[in-house]
């Protein structure tokens, strides 16, 4: 029973062509389908925010998850009537849009498992928005994505 207790729901996304990343499901209100026309863009902002939606009559900041760790924008290969999937993750009364290419599956982790971010394999810029990496049964890297540290970024945090 002790195992079990170990083990953590994750929502697992690709990121990029070929990277797998992870968010826990206890930092995820809600997974919705967001037009880019619903996007309202924002002057003067970086690159990685795409801009604000209405949610839930609430204005909702979105993120382009995968430009802000360094990866190609969603927006280049992102055809402007198609969907795009936002991830809004939580942290106390604050909540982000975190924009992926696409989801695959629930899957469970063995929070001991989970190996820190280090410096060796990620940047600087992008290990402060991980909790760490686990490795699956095939040997790949998975991502771990701290949802806090995302939505604590100073690059946004005075909007939010």
Not at 94 to 115: A, C, H, N, P, T
Request: net charge negative.
């Amino acid at each position: 029973m002790l195992e079990a207790e170990q083990d953590q729901k994750f929502l697992t996304f690709h990121l990029g062509d070929k990277d797998t990343a992870v968010i826990s499901l206890s930092n995820i209100t809600e997974v919705l389908q967001v037009s880019p026309l619903e996007i309202c863009g924002v002057p003067q902002m970086p690159s990685c925010v795409a801009g604000i939606y209405n949610w839930r009559g609430e204005m909702l900041w979105l993120i382009d998850i995968e430009n802000m760790l360094g990866y190609e924008s969603l927006a280049k290969n992102h055809n402007i009537t198609s969907k795009m999937m936002a991830v809004v993750v939580r942290k106390e009364d604050k909540y982000l849009g975190l924009l992926v290419r696409q989801l695959m599956d629930i899957e469970s982790f063995d929070r001991d498992s989970l190996k820190p971010a280090n410096l060796d394999l990620f940047s600087h810029e992008i290990a402060s928005f991980l909790e760490g990496y686990f490795i699956d049964l095939n040997e790949k890297m998975i991502i771990s994505l701290d949802a806090k540290s995302i939505i604590d970024s100073p690059m946004w945090s005075i909007h939010n």
